[in-house]
């Protein structure tokens, strides 16, 4: 993270790693089948994609574009993608693009810290992420974030 809470420079030496090893599997394995390269992709390449993705989450279309086309190059690749667009091939394989991953991880965080699994965030003393119903309600949960103004999360 950079002085501007800014996870630029993280995205980039995400993305080359992810292109360094996709790289490697392409040279290193001939066969290309669908379950092999599946398999080498979720095992060896999604953990780093993945990995603390709740805080890094880019929400700048040229940074979200940038990983997807990892995976979307890393697809094209497999025996019988290579002419598929991209959605159709990720329905095929059983894949989620990597901002929906990203997404879904949010929420279980979220819903992690509502349910007390993990430590809420304070700020000045008090919880950030505060629940204005009760679990029993008919209603579900209503979730309500202080301003984060004047915070050292207001950059986040």
């Given at each position: 993270?950079?002085?501007?809470?800014?996870?630029?420079?993280?995205?980039?030496?995400?993305?080359?790693?992810?292109?360094?090893?996709?790289?490697?599997?392409?040279?290193?394995?001939?066969?290309?089948?669908?379950?092999?390269?599946?398999?080498?992709?979720?095992?060896?390449?999604?953990?780093?994609?993945?990995?603390?993705?709740?805080?890094?989450?880019?929400?700048?279309?040229?940074?979200?574009?940038?990983?997807?086309?990892?995976?979307?190059?890393?697809?094209?690749?497999i025996n019988g993608f290579h002419k598929k667009s991209y959605?159709?091939?990720?329905?095929?394989?059983?894949?989620?693009?990597?901002?929906?991953?990203?997404?879904?991880?949010?929420?279980?965080?979220?819903?992690?810290?509502?349910?007390?699994?993990?430590?809420?965030?304070?700020?000045?003393?008090?919880?950030?992420?505060?629940?204005?119903?009760?679990?029993?309600?008919?209603?579900?949960?209503?979730?309500?974030?202080?301003?984060?103004?004047?915070?050292?999360?207001?950059?986040?």
């Open positions: 993270m950079s002085t501007t809470a800014d996870f630029a420079s993280h995205i980039e030496s995400v993305a080359d790693t992810v292109r360094d090893l996709s790289a490697w599997i392409l040279r290193s394995f001939r066969n290309r089948t669908k379950t092999v390269m599946l398999q080498l992709w979720k095992s060896m390449v999604i953990p780093h994609l993945d990995y603390c993705s709740q805080l890094w989450n880019p929400h700048l279309t040229n940074q979200i574009k940038k990983l997807e086309d990892l995976q979307k190059s890393f697809i094209r690749r959605w159709q091939s990720l329905k095929e394989l059983g894949l989620y693009s990597l901002q929906r991953r990203r997404e879904r991880y949010q929420i279980i965080y979220l819903w992690s810290i509502l349910e007390g699994q993990v430590p809420n965030i304070l700020s000045n003393g008090t919880n950030l992420i505060k629940t204005q119903s009760d679990i029993n309600s008919r209603l579900g949960r209503t979730i309500q974030t202080r301003p984060l103004r004047n915070t050292r999360f207001s950059n986040l």
